[in-house]
């Protein structure tokens, strides 16, 4: 344990900054999402833009309908996310086993009483844990960051609380896009909007069509958010 | 390595040398289970590393020859460290060297110099209450007054019982705290046994300035016993084996020759002719 506690004292810029980066990251992107597309209608042209983009559904996969606040979080931040970790994951990875090795401190610790394999425990140890605080760092943040703006989940829990005063309530000037949507799970919706990563969603013939695109001239989603129709 | 042997008598001061590359390292890390030898026999403190490494370790201190340190831990961070992963310490001790070594612990290790983290690591070897210390080349970087002190305390953790196996370079600091040295080159053992024995067999040096004009007849009579003379000047000088040293000194006594001087073999004589540079 208390290797544990030295590479986290070791390494403790590192890790902040990658959680706070990450949990960050996910508190503020369904925010976002909810006030820059504060109407239905403004939702609509966005998610049909990004459906029929080819290099984002490449990327991203199939944004699906109705592409809600949620499902588009899930979509796009899910994939950066993914990517993210595992990138911070081989960075911290490294750090805690081959760089130790290389600067001659876990030759140091050994000739210190530690068995040969606790060095390595430790680093493993090190990164469970730095993944666990990771998952409930995002968990939090998207809970946090979701509720003022109204995420499903927190929209449809105040709106079956007080319906009568959240219908009333514009958020940022906006009413809340949550109360707009029709009332099916936000937990299916969040199922299915996981498990679209281009290459599957492809790969089962699920691209979307080619059919006219009379709107689609960006290739970003993230322009399209800031020219909404 | 091959054909190699070193053994430590328990309590003493082991000095063990070689040119650079020439397995000194290699050597105290298959010591401390940190390599694997793929064969020979390996025993320290009556067990294998290799196998029983923990149990090795637990009673050795080790001073590696490059000593990193966690640089953006402070001195005392470190030694609490070091202290909490051997599950020993000995405060009083620990405390008693800081001072000594006059050692700023507040400081983090990333703004210490190289001979400043060479006391980290010296001082948490020294402190803890081990039966062992493994020094790799442990003076390097430390200035000449904390090497008088480096020396004394390798000759207190003598006296106290503690055995030193001291890996170095400088020949003054082994001669100055070894008993006995072990020698190695290109991985094979060249010389070991106790320092005073070998300075025994090595010849010392001698020099002297007789009589003016009497140059020639000295160095005559001497070259008489056997010994090889050089004539400076008006001076002789010579390298006499151990049992002609009183022989020589007889007469040049006779010959009235002025500042005799003997010097005994000095380690540095004893090692120069295997310190030839040999690419590694």
């Known amino acids: 344990m208390i290797l544990v506690r030295l590479l986290i004292r070791r390494h403790r810029a590192m890790l902040g900054v990658w959680l706070l980066v990450l949990a960050g990251l996910c508190g503020g992107t369904v925010s976002s999402y909810q006030n820059t597309y504060a109407t239905q209608q403004q939702r609509r042209t966005a998610v049909a833009l990004a459906q029929d983009n080819r290099a984002t559904t490449l990327l991203y996969g199939r944004l699906p309908d109705p592409g809600t606040a949620a499902q588009m979080f899930a979509w796009e931040l899910g994939a950066i996310l993914t990517v993210l970790t595992a990138v911070m994951a081989v960075l911290v990875a490294v750090a805690v086993t081959r760089a130790a090795e290389d600067d001659g401190t876990v030759e140091l610790v050994r000739g210190c009483g530690v068995a040969p394999r606790r060095p390595l425990h430790s680093a493993l140890v090190l990164l469970a844990g730095l993944a666990l605080v990771l998952g409930v760092a995002c968990g939090g943040a998207v809970g946090l960051g979701g509720c003022p703006g109204g995420t499903q989940r927190c929209g449809l829990r105040a709106q079956r609380r007080s319906p009568g005063r959240w219908r009333e309530m514009p958020v940022n000037g906006w009413p809340t896009p949550a109360l707009q949507r029709p009332r099916h799970s936000v937990r299916a919706n969040t199922r299915r909007c996981c498990s679209i990563h281009g290459v599957t969603r492809m790969a089962n013939g699920r691209e979307p069509s080619d059919s006219s695109t009379t709107t689609s001239t960006s290739s970003s989603p993230i322009l399209a958010r800031r020219t909404p129709s | 390595m091959d054909a190699f042997d070193l053994s430590v008598v328990p309590g003493s001061v082991h000095g063990f040398l070689g040119p650079n590359g020439a397995g000194k390292s290699t050597t105290i890390r298959v010591l401390l289970g940190l390599y694997r030898a793929s064969a020979g026999?390996?025993?320290?403190?009556?067990?294998?590393?290799?196998?029983?490494?923990?149990?090795?370790?637990?009673?050795?201190?080790?001073?590696?020859?490059?000593?990193?340190?966690?640089?953006?831990?402070?001195?005392?961070?470190?030694?609490?460290?070091?202290?909490?992963?051997?599950?020993?310490?000995?405060?009083?001790?620990?405390?008693?060297?800081?001072?000594?070594?006059?050692?700023?612990?507040?400081?983090?290790?990333?703004?210490?110099?190289?001979?400043?983290r060479q006391k980290v690591a010296l001082v948490a070897a020294f402190s803890a209450p081990t039966d062992l210390l493994v020094l790799d080349e442990p003076t390097s970087g430390l200035d000449p007054l904390m090497e008088d002190l480096f020396q004394r305390c390798v000759r207190d953790a003598a006296a106290a019982g503690r055995t030193v196996l001291l890996s170095s370079h400088v020949l003054g600091e082994v001669e100055a705290v070894c008993e006995a040295v072990t020698i190695i080159k290109d991985g094979r053992l060249v010389e070991a046994g106790r320092l005073a024995d070998m300075r025994h067999l090595a010849s010392s040096t001698i020099t002297a300035r007789p009589i003016s004009g009497q140059a020639a007849l000295v160095s005559e009579r001497l070259r008489g016993l056997g010994v090889a003379v050089e004539i400076e000047a008006d001076s002789v000088r010579l390298s006499a084996p151990r049992t002609l040293v009183p022989a020589v000194l007889g007469v040049l006594a006779e010959a009235d020759a002025d500042d005799i001087t003997c010097t005994p073999a000095k380690l540095e004589d004893l090692f120069r002719r295997h310190y030839v540079a040999a690419a590694r």
Do not use: H
């Not at chain 2, 001073?63 to 000995?90: I, M, Y």
């Open chain 2, 41 to 116: 026999r390996v025993r320290v403190l009556g067990r294998d590393p290799a196998r029983r490494g923990v149990s090795v370790t637990k009673r050795i201190s080790y001073v590696p020859g490059e000593v990193t340190l966690w640089p953006n831990l402070s001195g005392q961070e470190v030694l609490d460290a070091l202290a909490g992963l051997r599950g020993a310490r000995n405060i009083a001790a620990e405390q008693r060297l800081v001072d000594e070594f006059a050692l700023d612990t507040r400081r983090r290790v990333r703004t210490y110099s190289k001979g400043n």
